[in-house]
């Protein structure tokens, strides 16, 4: 059976987004926002265990934001850091570091180990890529606390949290690199990308060989609401370097590509031979929900460029990045994580592979 | 008359045009947020402008092929840069205005790609597109200045009509595109350079530590090749040390056995023949865990170490090589020395090492210069006390210029040694904080020391 894996976020309950909209009024208490989060992490398991996803996550119930959960309530940071334009033209403001040292406030094996209290099948765990909270550093730099020194603290924080989420029995950890193909929209020479590779391969090469096997990296030009905030770079642009990450798995957005074939091509042709992919075949910003034989048909289009035994399913990305984002609903998102199941099986029945 | 106030004024006209264009152009130098939003707009704005019908800004790849790759166009006809291929290296596709604009940084103009040699690769897409005339001028940065990144592109456009790029329009784009080249650098710079800076410090930083952990695991292994050797020197007297006892156990043994076998046996001399075997054996037995603990390959596990136990824990390993040799040991210990800390194997290491080594001096000295004097004494110094232990022999000895070869790897007087001992256990001290020294003695032979400071 072809490997199929979730990316990571589900839209949240209302119950919860007005409860944290309540919480920021002073009308929730932190107990009654908690029981909302737990509520809302075991429903979400419940729910993605329903549609028979081998794997699954927490949905990043309890999460901010896919890039800002590790740094969300740091008194060392501002709101009005870099920000982020998205196509339909709405902005994302990046937080910005104001003093050191640096640390993370929540890690994601927090989110884990609640979410283990639920589920019944493995769980993956989403982490924010050391590339992404570069971008936390301000251009000017912070008095007393070098940009260094802020790089080393945060390798140090996302290798412990990326080694205590693999030692709580994480299916595998999964680094989000939306920002790689928005680096080349904001540097097309790709000095940008090129730190950003070198930056998290200096995480992943503080694990051995064998704990990378259980690492992954997302790619995607980064959902949000009906938009994206980098699909118009062209893969080309970003493939080539992707692959010199020191991980072994790979979760490509691909159902959305225009041309998928010249992407899968460009897979083929540049991945190293012990990385696996996991194609996109679920367009989340799509409302309609794909068939199974949809999905199928994708998996054996991806299958012709990639052998099985390297290839897995996957959505294009996480169906609500941002905690407050209600442009899908959970349902959508549940029928959509069924039909990828469903459509890989049966891609999976015609390589073979029962 | 008229004919010329009309071409005056409509050159007046196409001049204020672009004026305003380049001020537009400038404009956005100031609203961009990013080197893409950036490029567009230039692009955009020029086409936008009237003069030009394709305006596209490529920038130089730096690899085999030397393509010019597009980063940015508008305008009619994109589809052009899609069928075409650019380059700035030395062949046919860099010759066009694109790679000499790139190559020399001056610009390069074609007042009409009908009858330009230099655009023949790419007329006919050109002409199918309504392109007449283009001007390629460079982007660039020399990356000298301060906070500059090295830029190197090209900003090219087309017009529909001939001769449209004059003296006062080469000039203008040309100092567009300097601006604009000066606009993307201050946009990169705290993006790209101030990460890659940091980036490249951080990996300095990595790569130096992993040097120094492989160095520090070399010197492990090396020590523990020399711990292994100086054991394999000592191999007849450490089985002598072993045979010994276990000589012992036999005779005992066999003395049991022989009493048993009495219709009253002895009980009370069976008894005491058991004991000395338990005894004989524990001390075969402590034998082997020295060596064991000594051969393990062990990683260094610094710890409270009482020196005064390395030296119990080492002599009796040396004892029958002295014994074989004719060597008498004298022992002078401080009863209060300061625990240290340290590593208990590699400790036993260096005083094993010092022990053979004082052996070794003394085989071929008068039997009445064979002795061995191990001592140990406090020192206290401003930084509190210090444990100094000294082997002392009346050997050999060196002279004074061979002092400062003798802690050198690969030194050696020994044939067939490995000139590594005394380094190895050198740079075991220096890693304990300490300090190993060799003096020459007033009459015979030398004494080595080696100070550690008290643990804290």
Known sequence: MLPTEPIGSIPRPAALIDGVRGFAAGRVSQPELDALYESAVKDTIQRLEATGSPVITDGEQAKHSFATYSIYGLENTAPDGMPISFADGHIRTFPRLTAGPFRYKTPADVYLGIAQRYAHVPLKQAVVSASALSLLYPRGGIRSYSREEYLDALIAEQEGEIRRCLKKGAHVVQMDFTEGRLSIKLDPTRRLLHSFIDLNNLVLERFSAEQRKRIGVHTCPGADRHSTHSADVDYAELLPSLFELQATNFYVQLASEPDRKRVLTMIRDRAKDWQRI????????????????????????????????????????????????TSRTRETAFDKIRARVAGTALASAVLGLE | MQDQRDAHEASLDRLHRRLR?????????????????????????????????????GYCEDDAEKLVRPVAQAGSGLDYLERVETSWGERETGQGPAGIAARTGKACCVDDIRTDPRFSPWRVAALARGYASCIAVPLMTDGKSRGAVDLRG??????????????????????????????????????????????????????????????????EELAHVTRVTTLGELAASIAHEINQPLAAIIADANACLHWLEADRPDLDSVREALAAVVKDGDRAAEVITRIRGLLARASVAHGPCDLARVIGDVLPLVRPELEQHGMTLKMSLAPDLPLVRGDRIQLQQVLLNLLVNAVEASREVPPERRQLIVHSTVEYRDDGRWAVIGVEDFGVGFREPEVARMFEAFYTTKPGGLGMGLSISRSIIEAHRGRLWATANVNHGATFRFALPEMR
């Open chain 1, 278 to 325: 996991f194609v996109g075949v679920i367009d989340p910003l799509n409302p309609r929900v794909e068939t199974p034989e949809e999905v199928r048909d994708r998996a054996l289009e991806a299958a012709e460029y990639i052998r099985p035994e390297r290839l897995g399913t996957t959505d294009d990305c996480g169906f609500a990045p941002f905690s407050d984002d």
């Open chain 2, 21 to 57: 264009t380049l001020c537009q152009c400038t404009m956005t130098f100031f609203h961009a947020e990013s080197e893409q939003e950036l490029l567009q707009s230039v692009c955009e704005i020029l086409v936008a402008g009237g003069e030009v019908r394709l305006a596209w800004i």
């Open chain 2, 154 to 219: 090209t900003l090219n456009l087309y017009s529909a009509e001939c001769n449209a790029f004059d003296e006062s329009a080469i000039e203008h784009y040309t100092g567009l595109a300097m601006s604009v080249a000066y606009a993307v650098t201050a946009l990169r710079g705290h993006l790209a350079e101030d990460l890659a800076h940091g980036v490249t410090a951080v990996r300095a930083s990595a790569e130096r530590k992993r040097a120094e952990e492989a160095l520090h695991q070399a010197r």
